[in-house]
């Protein structure tokens, strides 16, 4: 198992920007394909954006294509979520993923993911 510890959530208003950060420790973080996802009150947990293991795939939900970006650092064994222009619709507590098998290319689906964070909260005001 990976233990992951995600950082960077906040308050910010429409227009804004926020960094997320995924610390990542045990298993070997450069082997994983990493995910992010999302879950707002009420609704069902979303997928984000994922990552294959190399970092050189990446692909996005089409609610946040062109506004964020994930990239992922592995001698620092770390995942981030640079978010531009957000939108109250962003407002949901988010989670880094590590997919269960090595050398993935990235995958959107959660039961792909067998390792989750605690989740940060990113808080949009209009």
């Known amino acids: 198992q990976v233990q992951l510890v995600e950082s960077g959530g906040g308050l910010v208003q429409a227009g804004g920007s926020l960094r997320l950060s995924c610390a990542a420790s045990?298993?070997?973080?450069?082997?994983?394909?990493m995910g992010w996802f999302r879950q707002a009150p009420g609704k069902q947990r979303e997928f984000v954006a994922a990552i294959s293991w190399s970092g050189v795939s990446t692909h996005y939900a089409d609610s946040v294509k062109g506004r964020f970006t994930i990239s992922r650092d592995n001698a620092k064994n770390t995942l981030y979520l640079q978010m531009n222009s957000l939108k109250p619709e962003d407002t949901a507590v988010y989670y880094c993923?590590?997919?269960?098998?090595?050398?993935?290319?990235?995958?959107?689906?959660?039961?792909?993911?067998?390792?989750w964070g605690q989740g940060t909260q990113v808080t949009v005001s209009s």
């Open positions: 045990g298993r070997t973080f450069s082997s994983y394909a």
């Open positions: 993923a590590a997919e269960r098998r090595q050398y993935g290319l990235g995958n959107s689906s959660p039961p792909e993911f067998g390792s």
